[in-house]
């Protein structure tokens, strides 16, 4: 199961916007509205910040806004923050119960 | 207040069987479409999802792995095992279950353990 791609590494200045790629195929993206993006600091768990493509989960700040378009899902984080360099990973739903992840995404705030 | 949190060894020789379990509180996994899935991640690299386990038991597997992973509901309701054999130095990595909330069309993964560093070498 080949895994969704990303950009390795996307970087903005603060108070920016920046937006993350994550690109499938018709049996992930581009066939569900099921995808979710994942914040990860380092040594620490994921933590949910889109959830069915553009839906935000309680908590997180409303900078973080998701989209699709075809076999593509984007996550895009305005008004860059110091907080928000961290790692971005997509996830998508597949068929027969399964998921598949993006490669990841270092996000830098220069 | 919900939780999970992964337990298992940290040190598994090569060729040898890991068993890992995930124990959840602040929700049942008798919930109507609950479910817990296991997802790693070898060290500076991406996530990977391994398997999952429905409240009715449903199961499924990633197919690079499928032969080698068996998820099961431990004896406790609170309790989500993952077994994995034949272990090799890729398996090195830190494993996550992760909780996919009840209800239909619940695709995303909303709680996640602090995960469990297991590295494989003689």
């Known amino acids: 199961q080949s895994a969704l791609t990303q950009p390795a590494s996307v970087s903005g200045s603060p108070g920016q916007s920046i937006t993350i790629s994550c690109t499938g195929a018709y049996s992930d993206i581009g066939g569900s509205n099921f995808v979710s993006w994942y914040q990860q600091h380092p040594g620490k768990a994921p933590k949910l910040v889109i959830y069915d493509v553009t839906e935000r989960p309680s908590g997180v700040s409303d900078r973080f806004s998701g989209s699709k378009s075809d076999y593509t899902a984007s996550l895009t984080i305005s008004a860059l923050q110091t907080e928000d360099e961290a790692d971005y990973y997509c996830?998508?739903?597949?068929?027969?119960?399964?998921?598949?992840f993006g490669g990841g995404t270092k996000v830098t705030v220069l | 207040q919900v939780t999970l949190k992964e337990s298992g060894p940290v040190l598994v020789k090569p060729t040898e069987t890991l068993t890992l379990t995930c124990t959840v509180s602040g929700f049942s996994l008798s919930n109507a479409r609950m479910g817990v899935s296991w997802i790693r991640q070898p060290p500076g690299k991406a996530l990977e999802w391994l398997a999952h386990?429905?409240?009715?038991?449903?199961?499924s597997y990633t197919s690079s792995l499928r032969s080698r992973l068996t998820v099961s509901k431990g004896t406790s309701k609170s309790r989500v095992v993952l077994t994995m054999t034949n272990l090799g130095p890729v398996d090195t990595a830190t494993y996550f279950c992760?909780?996919?909330?009840?209800?239909?069309?619940?695709?995303?993964?909303?709680?996640w353990g602090q995960g469990i560093l297991v590295t494989v070498s003689s």
């Open positions: 992760a909780r996919i909330p009840s209800g239909t069309f619940r695709n995303y993964f909303d709680y």
């Open positions: 386990i429905f409240s009715n038991d449903d199961k």
């Open positions: 996830c998508s739903y597949r068929s027969n119960i399964t998921w598949v």
